[in-house]
């Protein structure tokens, strides 16, 4: 065979040459790709022994000068510093609204409604379309769970005049019904929510049970006494073949401010001390337990370990996926 004088080394180089010629020679311009904009997932699916939970994000919405929510009764610079400690921005904090679902395999169970049809032009309110999307219809709802009568809890139970979740019987404590319902709440300090509660509960009043602390809603979900954010507000206990999970409400309202100091005053909680010491109370337990837990306002299920006079929040990974 005649030889070329080309080398193998020299063919590589010469190919690798003109691969780079053609790098760099201009191409004909494509369109970019639209900016997407930020965002989050809407919903987290798992199991709980026999139990399927769904924990649903309502909306999420920032507030400015988180100090005069949380630590209220501390100096604003320690409510920015303790932020800022935990790489957060301090002249800002992130609301989640995050009702959960939770089908036993013989009733679906809804805890709270989010904001309703009154927020859905601020992004809010998605709790009756997620549920939709998540493959359980608002008419499969058998049991609808008020953990208190805070707007964000009971803004969807109503959607243009009718019962938002038809076939559902309500569940609700005694003591934050008898507080809201009365007329005279209507007025004042208590206006805002007693006139809600008289739009939105009341008509709803004669498929609504009532429940005390330590009473069972249906086999494996138990409730627990958290009174203090408001007179009547409980939390709640899942337990299915061995597998725990809290579903905390607005005990704690955020993932720093209100685990890492949980004494210090919170803007929404009717009786502070109580709140506080319910705080310390509810997730001692699930500290010491080591359960999992979906906050009202957290911005992820996960669980606390003891922090000081807190706890620190440990977002859930893979944990509820094996």
């Known amino acids: 065979m005649e030889s070329t004088g080309m080398t193998r080394r020299g063919l590589f180089a010469t190919a690798g040459a003109a691969s780079?010629?053609?790098?760099?020679?201009?191409?004909?311009?494509?369109?970019?790709?639209?900016?997407?904009?930020?965002?989050?997932?809407?919903?987290?699916?798992?199991?709980?022994?026999?139990?399927?939970?769904?924990?649903?994000?309502?909306?999420?919405?920032?507030?400015?000068?988180?100090?005069?929510?949380?630590?209220?009764?501390?100096?604003?610079?320690?409510?920015?510093?303790?932020?800022?400690?935990?790489?957060?921005?301090?002249?800002?904090?992130?609301?989640?609204?995050?009702?959960?679902?939770?089908?036993?395999?013989?009733?679906?169970?809804?805890?709270?409604?989010?904001?309703?049809?009154?927020?859905?032009?601020?992004?809010?309110?998605?709790?009756?379309?997620?549920?939709?999307?998540?493959?359980?219809?608002?008419?499969?709802?058998?049991?609808?769970?008020?953990?208190?009568?805070?707007?964000?809890?009971?803004?969807?139970?109503?959607?243009?005049?009718?019962?938002?979740?038809?076939?559902?019987?309500?569940?609700?404590?005694?003591?934050?019904?008898d507080f809201w319902s009365p007329e005279e709440r209507r007025t004042g300090a208590t206006e805002r929510v007693a006139n809600l509660t008289a739009a939105n509960v009341l008509p709803l009043a004669e498929k609504m049970s009532f429940v005390a602390p330590g009473d069972s809603i249906v086999s494996g979900i138990e409730t627990i006494d958290a009174s203090g954010h408001t007179p009547g507000h409980f939390v709640v206990h899942l337990e299915s073949e061995g597998k725990r999970l809290a579903i905390t409400a607005d005990t704690a309202n955020h993932y720093v401010l209100s685990l890492q100091r949980p004494d210090w005053e919170v803007l929404f909680d009717m009786d502070k001390a109580k709140a506080a010491a319910m705080r310390k109370s509810v997730f001692g337990m699930i500290a010491a337990d080591k359960i999992p837990f979906i906050g009202y306002h957290m911005p992820s299920v996960g669980y606390v370990e003891p922090m000081g006079d807190g706890f620190r929040f440990v977002a859930a990974s893979y944990q509820l996926d094996l």
């Open 20 to 177: 780079a010629a053609a790098a760099l020679s201009p191409l004909p311009a494509t369109a970019a790709a639209p900016m997407q904009g930020p965002f989050q997932a809407t919903y987290r699916r798992f199991t709980l022994g026999a139990f399927e939970v769904t924990a649903l994000v309502d909306g999420i919405t920032p507030r400015d000068a988180p100090e005069t929510i949380f630590g209220t009764d501390q100096d604003p610079a320690d409510v920015g510093a303790l932020l800022e400690a935990n790489l957060l921005p301090s002249d800002k904090a992130m609301f989640y609204f995050t009702p959960t679902v939770v089908n036993t395999g013989n009733e679906v169970v809804l805890f709270d409604t989010g904001l309703g049809a009154g927020a859905r032009g601020g992004g809010l309110g998605r709790t009756r379309a997620l549920l939709a999307e998540t493959g359980i219809a608002p008419e499969a709802v058998d049991i609808l769970v008020l953990t208190h009568f805070h707007p964000d809890h009971i803004g969807g139970l109503m959607e243009d005049g009718a019962p938002a979740f038809p076939n559902a019987r309500y569940v609700a404590s005694a003591a934050e019904f």
